[in-house]
């Protein structure tokens, strides 16, 4: 049996910094679904947009305004691909410099499982939940696979 190449440990880490989570058109109506809000009113409470796309805002703890410490992602459900697909981004699928990198960073990446079956969970995972996207325009770019 192969070994589990990453299995979150709730951390938060990911959760943390600005600009990162990207909403595709996809998202934003999940998203506005899940609490209930038109999707205009979703985006001015809790988003911005930047270079043309729309990204979550940060709390002034640096973290996602749907960030809640002790228990998690807020909005779970109706969470974005971005935060669904982490850590099997595009960088850390085509570069095992970037996959060892991660490590530090986020503790539920197995290094024992070795790059290569990193890469193979993480395609089979990306496939699987429909998570690839093909939109420079609008997509996150680490999402943005040839696949
Ligand atoms: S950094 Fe990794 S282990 Fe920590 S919450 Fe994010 S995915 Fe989970
Ligand atoms: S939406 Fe949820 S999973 Fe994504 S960064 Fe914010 S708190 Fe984390």
New binding site residues.
Partial sequence: MSVVAFECRMCGH??HGEGG?VMSAKDRTRLADHLDLSEQEMLEAYAEQRGGKWH?ITGEDGY?I??REGKG????PG??DI?RAWPFFRGNLIDSDSWEMIQDYCPGVNPDAGHQEFVRQGKEYIRSEGLSRHDPDQDANALITDE
């Fill in positions: 990911c959760c989570i979550v996602c749907f960030f992602c807020h909005v779970h969470r974005p935060c």
